[in-house]
């Protein structure tokens, strides 16, 4: 066997960037550091003692979040990757002496960002950097949203029964509690069964970056997250949305705001559209179908969308570290274009 030579290791980064290393980019790209004042509060907060060893990096362990979020990875798959992937390691910027964060150590930073609720908190400093940047809400804005499912849980009708009205089987031990998310729920879509929550978002039609999002458990109705998604700041009153946000007060409500309404009509056996109505379908679809390279992205990057967390308060940070994972990647994308 060749022995491993000191260039060797820059040569294999070399043929990584030629064949396109999207990671670089994006670490190229994004001022990394203004989360950290955020990030180091929520720790500050999180720590009840200064003993013990100096931790990892804030910007290292959010950056590993996002690898998390980009890639949908398990605590031990992420550790493995870091440890296995030449574009893993230089994104972190680390070598091959480095200390990597295990699973535990992931688990536990991701957990103290959740419980002190400054995902969202990122989120909008990232929407500030946008703005910075030049990255206004422009042409409108498309409202939608895509079901995020989590692993089912195998419980009896009864304790099915019990969780639903807000109460924990008291058969449960606190082992088995702590395995089982009570606030998640089931809704049915295009005939088919889904377990988990709902990602309402919000992106602008020029861009395609997310304005805001909200997380709700599955079973609640899309148009019940409607009004606070919307962005007042976007150069466009223009509105588009699917059918199941069409109702008169969402109509008047959207009137009285000042905002344009293009939300899909839907007929029936017994009142069919007019050649208008459908002509206005077809030329709003256009516009709406964009949302769905946001759903598209989350998936195909991801692999799948399953959530590997239990609890509303762990799946609204992981939903949003999916997001803001997003638009990370999506501002990469649009800087590169405009070279």
Request: charged fraction near 30%.
């Amino acid at each position: 066997m060749k022995q491993l030579g000191i260039l060797d290791f820059d040569m294999r980064l070399q043929r990584i960037d030629i064949a396109g290393d999207p990671l670089a980019t994006l670490d190229e790209k994004i001022d990394w550091e203004i989360f950290r004042p955020t990030i180091e509060k929520a720790r500050k907060k999180a720590k009840k003692s200064n003993a013990g060893p100096i931790g990892f990096d804030a910007i290292l362990m959010f950056k590993i979040l996002v690898l998390q979020s980009l890639y949908n990875l398990s605590g031990e798959g992420l550790e493995y990757q870091i440890l296995d992937r030449y574009s893993f390691s230089r994104f972190l910027g680390l070598h091959a002496a480095s200390k990597i964060p295990d699973c535990t150590t992931i688990w536990r930073f991701r957990n103290d960002l959740a419980n002190a609720g400054v995902v969202g908190t990122l989120f909008s400093q990232f929407n500030a950097f946008l703005l910075e940047k030049g990255f206004k809400a422009q042409k409108g804005q498309i409202v939608d949203a895509n079901i995020v499912r989590i692993p089912i849980q195998r419980n009896s009708r009864e304790e099915n029964q019990q969780t639903k009205a807000g109460d924990k089987p008291e058969n449960w031990s606190n082992h088995k509690r702590s395995q089982k998310d009570t606030d998640a729920r089931w809704t049915k879509k295009n005939g088919r069964n889904f377990f988990g929550y709902k990602n309402h978002i919000s992106p602008d039609v020029k861009h395609k970056l997310i304005r805001s999002y909200s997380v709700s458990s599955a079973e609640v109705h899309d148009s019940n997250v409607f009004e606070e998604l919307l962005d007042p700041e976007n150069t466009s009153g223009d509105v588009w949305a699917d059918s199941a946000y069409r109702s008169e007060e969402k109509i008047d409500w959207l009137e009285k705001m000042g905002y344009r309404e293009h939300i899909q009509r839907k007929g029936s056996p017994y009142k069919k559209l007019n050649d208008w109505e459908k002509r206005g379908n077809r030329i709003g679809a256009k516009i709406r179908s964009r949302i769905e390279y946001i759903f598209g992205f989350q998936a195909q990057r991801a692999g799948n969308t399953i959530l590997r967390c239990i609890g509303f308060v762990r799946a609204t940070a992981a939903v949003g570290l999916r997001n803001m994972a997003y638009n990370l990647s999506r501002y990469s994308l649009l800087v590169t274009l405009q070279g």
